[in-house]
Nanobody, 123 residues
Framework: QVHLVESGGGLVQTGGSLRVSCQSSGQILRIADMGWYRQSPGRQRELVATVSGDGKTVYADSVKGRFTIGRDNAENTVYLQMSSLKPEDTAVYYC?????????????????WGQGTLVNVSS
């Protein structure tokens, strides 16, 4: 099994910065894509940013220029550096990863979510 654990959420004022991180664990062979999604009350979960194994990034228009996603392939971690935060960025941020892991000597695909971490931007 593969597990993701997010950390780094919290309360921050408008215009402030925050960094959330996600650590993966398990018999991981390869992680193809890692990303961050967010969900606020009454809204669907939405993509924030993703990064591929070769470093290609995709950002939601709403966070371009303010958020930066990065990953450490050796540690199988991904982070999201957020700056110029706005109240509308308030949400639970979820880490997501897709790849392959070893199970009983065989390679299996996985796609997992973390439990989420709350980012609360006060006005």
């Amino acid at each position: 099994q593969v597990h993701l654990v997010e950390s780094g959420g919290g309360l921050v004022q408008t215009g402030g910065s925050l960094r959330v991180s996600c650590q993966s664990s398990g018999q991981i062979l390869r992680i193809a894509d890692m990303g961050w999604y967010r969900q606020s009350p009454g809204r669907q979960r939405e993509l924030v940013a993703t990064v591929s194994g070769d470093g290609k990034t995709v950002y939601a228009d709403s966070v371009k220029g303010r958020f930066t996603i990065g990953r450490d392939n050796a540690e199988n971690t991904v982070y999201l550096q957020m700056s110029s935060l706005k109240p509308e960025d308030t949400a639970v941020y979820y880490c997501n990863a897709r790849g392959t892991f070893a199970r009983y000597g065989q390679s299996r695909d996985f796609k997992v979510w973390g439990q989420g971490t709350l980012v609360n931007v006060s006005s």
